[in-house]
């Protein structure tokens, strides 16, 4: 879920420092303030980064980001991509004034049809593509990564501003001492540890969970009165089928056991029907509220919902329709033979 | 004795009656005489309010629902005026479940189940679902189905009820002739003067209360 702080993966390592975390706000650090946080006590490196959602596609407004461009001083590739390598045949930017070099990510390279040394337009400015990432992250899958230099000029016209350091502490143990430091010597800097990162996001992350749980319990409980009532109507039609096997011998547990069957397997479809229509929903939505064409969800369905999600809302699905059988199943078990008999004719 | 809202149905009164082994035997009545109650109490399906029925001697009182079931299972067969045949099934099927229920193989089990439907005349409807078949054919499935596990006693409610005049007949010598095969004993209860006609023993019941009819 945390794609932005997720340790090794993406942007920014665990046990590193981050410095104005938030360039989805708009903030802004000057360059001036990398020597400063080098000079701090405990600092082994620190890294500055410039990243810039973009909101817009083509004039069309969105409401999450599509694309992310990512500056970083050339050499320093893995504090943001961690073991992340390129595909085949792809370089990192040399980083050589006057080329104006980029590494894209893979969804970037599908929907715009992108390569090695193709040219892609960001900013009015014609830039090379010298290598695709090799990557499933959602984040990386959308970002340009080009040097720090390159973006500044890009996006600010000029080389003074930045938005994010990544500070990385001279040994473990001593974030929280690096980051307190930096903010003491600091001034108008804040200085996230990682542990603070995860307080920043978890919140947001609970609220969500909390949503999604009560939002699926409330489902859930609809579910199940729904095949209790499916089944009880199933059962309530076909009394005379029940009376007449418990008639001619059916023990009562292969009764109950046939009701249950029954039950289990509109949980089974239903659920199937579920993954398949909310997959379909989640694609939809996704692309709408992106603009990338839905063509390209369908083939990254998989990272949208994930097989372990889907596995786990059937399995819950058969759980709850199992249990909805079970009044159903007690009612069609106990019938009195002879009355049902008697009324039926 | 049962409920019917608000009201207690003394169904059955009073009645003392022996069906000896082999026989067949009629018991002929207006509807609501407590020919169809009668019948659960001899099958078991159903529990005297007082007085007691007793199976090959012995008192089903005292009989658990486990062993009633396996009774019923295993030593009568039902005939149903609806045929009461499971609609999802096809007529194979239907004859087989006794016999599943039974835990008869499932090779015997289908072997066992055409040779009774070819002995009721039915050895191109094996595969036919109750829908695709006529009430006489429902009707001849349903005998089969009950014959399934060599049962020593036959309950027929009304075979003939839902039958044309000439299919009812088919459908009684059919009976008639099967268990007399099978040396099963017979009960029926029936309208059907025809059907009467054809018993060894012939038993008349109004408001509950049972006489045998000696043709006098």
């Known amino acids: 879920m945390n794609i932005f702080?997720?340790?090794?993966?993406?942007?920014?390592?665990?046990?590193?420092?981050?410095?104005?975390?938030?360039?989805?706000?708009?903030?802004?650090?000057?360059?001036?303030?990398i020597e400063k946080v080098q000079q701090v006590n405990g600092v082994r490196t620190a890294v500055p980064m410039l990243v810039r959602f973009s909101y817009q596609v083509e004039d069309v407004i969105q409401l999450v980001p599509t694309n992310v461009s990512i500056g970083i001083p050339p050499g320093n590739w893995s504090v943001l991509v961690g073991h992340t390598l390129l595909k085949p045949g792809g370089n990192w930017p040399s980083g050589n004034p006057g080329k104006e070099e980029v590494v894209v990510g893979p969804s970037l390279a599908v929907q715009y049809d992108l390569a090695v040394s193709s040219k892609v337009k960001?900013?009015?400015?014609?830039l090379t593509v010298v290598g695709i990432l090799d990557t499933r992250s959602a984040l990386l899958s959308r970002s340009i990564i080009l040097p720090l230099e390159l973006a500044q000029r890009l996006y600010y016209g000029h080389t003074m501003w930045i938005n994010m350091i990544v500070a990385g502490p001279e040994e473990e143990g001593i974030?929280?001492?690096?980051?307190?430091?930096?903010?003491?010597?600091?001034?108008?800097?804040?200085?996230?540890?990682?542990?603070?990162?995860?307080?920043?996001?978890e919140p947001l992350l609970h609220d969500v969970e909390t949503w999604t749980l009560g939002l699926s319990s409330v489902l859930y409980l609809l579910s199940m009165i729904l095949v209790t009532t499916v089944a009880m109507m199933n059962v309530s039609e076909r009394r005379r089928d029940f009376a007449t096997?418990?008639?001619?011998?059916?023990?009562?547990?292969?009764?109950?056991?046939?009701?249950i069957t029954e039950a289990t397997l509109i949980g089974l479809l239903g659920g199937l029907a579920g993954i398949l229509l909310g997959s379909i929903a989640a694609i939809l939505i996704a692309s709408f509220y992106t603009n990338i064409p839905l063509s390209m969800f369908f083939f990254d369905l998989f990272n949208i919902v994930s097989p372990l999600f889907m596995i786990k809302i059937l399995a819950s699905t058969v759980a709850v329709s199992c249990v909805a059988g079970v009044i159903p199943a007690i009612a069609a078990s106990r019938m009195n033979i002879s009355e049902v008999l008697r009324s039926e004719y | 004795m049962y409920r019917l809202g608000a009201s207690v149905i003394v169904a059955v009164n009073k009645v003392s009656l022996e069906i000896k082994e082999t026989t067949f035997v009629s018991i002929a009545g207006p509807s609501g005489?407590?020919?169809?109650?009668?019948?659960n109490l001899i099958g078991l399906n159903d529990h005297p309010t007082s007085g007691k029925v007793f199976f090959k001697n012995e008192d089903t009182s005292l009989l658990s629902d486990r062993e009633r079931r396996e009774i019923r299972l295993r030593n009568i067969g039902f005939v149903f005026q609806t045929f009461?045949?499971?609609?999802?099934?096809?007529a194979l099927e239907n004859v087989e479940l006794p016999l599943a229920l039974a835990k008869i193989p499932p090779k015997p089990q289908r072997e066992k189940a055409i040779q009774l439907l070819e002995a009721v005349g039915l050895t191109g409807r094996l595969q036919h679902r109750p829908k695709e078949l006529s009430t006489g054919e429902m009707q001849r499935v349903a005998i089969a189905r009950a014959l399934a596990n060599n049962p020593f006693l036959i309950l027929a409610d009304e075979p003939t009820g839902e039958l044309d005049s000439e299919t009812g007949c088919e459908i009684t010598k059919l009976l008639l002739s099967l268990c007399k095969k099978h040396k099963t004993t017979v009960v029926v209860a029936t309208h059907d003067e025809r059907v009467a006609k054809a018993s060894d023993v012939k038993y008349s019941m109004r408001d509950g209360m049972i006489m045998q009819d000696v043709g006098l």
């Open chain 1, 122 to 126: 960001v900013e009015n400015a014609n």
């Open chain 2, 33 to 39: 005489s407590g020919k169809t109650t009668l019948l």
């Open chain 1, 245 to 259: 096997l418990a008639a001619i011998g059916a023990p009562k547990s292969a009764i109950f056991r046939m009701i």
């Open chain 2, 84 to 90: 009461n045949l499971l609609p999802t099934l096809t």
């Open chain 1, 5 to 33: 702080f997720s340790g090794d993966v993406v942007v920014v390592a665990e046990g590193t420092i981050v410095i104005q975390a938030f360039p989805v706000m708009g903030g802004n650090l000057p360059v001036s303030a």
């Open chain 1, 175 to 201: 974030q929280e001492q690096v980051a307190n430091r930096i903010e003491e010597e600091i001034e108008g800097l804040e200085a996230l540890t990682t542990h603070e990162r995860h307080e920043i996001i």
